[in-house]
């Protein structure tokens, strides 16, 4: 996607995992590693990430939103759409590293593993919308469901993922990791069972490898 010829592009990092995996402890870690190396990084998420994203966001996630399965996968490509066209492109193209917090590996594990949509109707919207634009890295954080369910429960609303049955989340961490198998060299599947000090070590092994990269 990069035009310039003189500046690098920059690293795409997405962040993955079920709902209650622990992804969003790491992010300040993550923030903290790479302004200790002077990297030039902007932070976003999806859904959102933009001004329609975030509208598409609020959408998605009310619980009374009304929605077919095939026009919740269009949802989650149309702010995608959006975010690589707003977001996500210009940053890699100034050479600056970009961490989402979600990319399509969501869509495959929500709506394509839990909800049923067909992996190739989702494979058909990621080639229309990304054009061949893929993360670099993808951290997945893993961890069985009873305890991501233990660590969500309690502390505020669910949303209309969230407040899926656990047979759904069970589909969901199924598909993260089959395309986790099925993609080594792009994910790093973390469990998340472990301490905070253990899951953070290897999170800098991950990012340290990347910064290496040529
Ligand atoms: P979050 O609070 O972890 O950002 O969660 C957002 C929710 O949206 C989460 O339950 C997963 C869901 N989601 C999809 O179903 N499809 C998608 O493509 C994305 C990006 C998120």
């Not at 996607?1 to 990092?13: D, K, N, T």
């Not at 933009?50 to 929605?67: F, M, N, S």
């Not at 594990?109 to 949509?117: K, P, S």
């Amino acid at each position: 996607m990069s035009s310039a010829q003189q500046v690098r592009r920059g690293r795409f990092i997405t962040l993955e995992g079920i709902d209650g995996a622990g992804k969003s402890t790491h992010l300040s870690f993550i923030r903290d590693w790479l302004a200790r190396h002077d990297v030039d990084a902007v932070f976003t998420r999806e859904p959102g990430g933009t001004p329609l994203g975030e509208k598409i966001r609020e959408l998605l996630l009310a619980p009374d939103t009304r929605v077919s399965l095939d026009a919740e996968a269009l949802l989650a490509f149309a702010g995608r759409q959006q975010h690589i066209a707003e977001v996500i492109a210009p940053a890699l193209d100034a050479g600056r590293w970009l961490v989402s917090d979600r990319f399509t590996d969501s869509t495959y594990a929500f709506q394509g593993g839990g909800r049923g949509v067909p992996f190739e109707r989702i494979r058909a919207l990621e080639e229309w919308v990304q054009r061949g634009l893929q993360p670099d890295l993808t951290l997945l954080f893993d961890l069985p469901l009873d305890v991501a369910a233990q660590r969500m429960s309690g502390t505020r609303v669910l949303d209309r993922f969230e407040q899926e049955a656990a047979d759904f989340h069970q589909r969901v961490r199924d598909a993260y990791l089959r395309r986790a198998a099925a993609e080594p060299g792009r994910f790093a599947v973390l469990d998340s069972s472990r301490s905070i000090e253990t899951i953070q070590a290897d999170i800098a092994n991950h990012l340290q490898t990347l910064w290496e990269r040529g």
